[in-house]
């Protein structure tokens, strides 16, 4: 698997990739109805860093990187990952998140936080934890999951 940084011609993969998870609702908290450049201008906000990874010449996936916060938070990092359904299972998310622990260690940030794990995304979590993650806070039915109705999220911390 090859990840690298993105580039504008990598739009209509990145919004296959963006659009089937956000639509249908589960794992974060956009709009369902966000329209494909909504969606590109919310991943390739200022100050992101964005990533893609390919398979075989194929982009399976993508996330972003940047500081958490600005000020005396800065030297945290923050990031946001999605897979390719087509591509959910071949370890696409593990490589990017490992990639994006790199990236963040050669940016000089001590520490990777994810402010909105959704709890009922126990794949992830269970991902994230492998990965060295902790849950750091609960925030009790903070999220409208579409099947589930009202469920907790999590806020997950990992030194570097």
């Not at 972003?64 to 990092?77: Q, S």
């Not at 994006?100 to 794990?117: D, G, I, M, P, Y």
């Not at 979590?125 to 750091?136: C, D, E």
């Amino acid at each position: 698997m090859n990840i690298r940084a993105a580039t504008p011609a990598d739009e209509d993969a990145i919004w296959h990739i963006l659009k089937p998870t956000f639509r249908a609702g589960e794992t974060y908290p956009i709009p369902r109805d966000i329209s494909r450049a909504d969606a590109l201008a919310y991943w390739r906000s200022p100050g992101h860093t964005v990533f893609v990874a390919e398979d075989a010449g194929t982009i399976v996936g993508t996330y972003y990187l940047r500081a958490n916060n600005r000020g005396g938070g800065d030297h945290v990092a923050n990031c946001g990952y999605v897979v390719a359904p087509e591509a959910y299972g071949r370890g696409v998310a593990r490589a990017m998140c490992a990639h994006s622990l790199e990236q963040a260690r050669e940016r000089k940030f001590t520490a990777v936080q994810f402010n909105f794990v959704v709890a009922s995304n126990e794949r992830a979590v269970r991902l994230w934890q492998s990965l060295g993650f902790a849950v750091a806070g609960r925030l009790p039915g903070a999220f409208r999951h579409p099947r589930l109705g009202v469920v907790d999220a999590y806020v997950m911390l990992r030194s570097l």
